[in-house]
């Protein structure tokens, strides 16, 4: 999967260097919160009308099978996602696709 931010360079980032920037071995323990705060973040998000109720409960409905996934092991985080808030935002839109991507909207990765 290509990196949201790498666009604009031409060759893959070493994985020295993705292993330097990662955090994911340490804020891992903090998918439970990063959870609970996006589906808070896609309630108000459909309660501001900037996506559907349908939308919505797609992207919950989805974040909990997240949680359940990673609570049963099943569940690999991987440096190149650097940390817990891209490793989630991974796995809930390679679950429902573009949809999931609309979790970001009004929201940057300081706010999580």
Do not use: P
Not at 13 to 30: A, H, Q, V
Request: include cysteine; glycine fraction near 8%; charged fraction near 35%.
């Amino acid at each position: 999967m290509e990196k949201l931010w790498g666009g604009r360079f031409e060759k893959n980032t070493d994985s020295l260097m993705e292993d330097f920037n990662s955090s994911i071995g340490f804020d891992k323990k903090l998918y439970h919160f990063d959870i609970i705060g996006s589906k808070a973040h896609a309630t108000m998000l459909a309660k501001s009308g900037i996506i559907s109720d349908k939308e919505c409960k797609e992207i919950v409905d989805a974040l909990m099978e997240i949680e359940c996934e990673i609570e049963s092991g099943k569940v690999e985080f991987s440096t190149k996602n650097e940390d817990i808030h891209m490793n989630i935002e991974v796995l809930l839109t390679n679950k429902i696709g573009e949809t999931g991507k609309k979790l970001h909207t009004a929201r940057s990765r300081n706010d999580q």
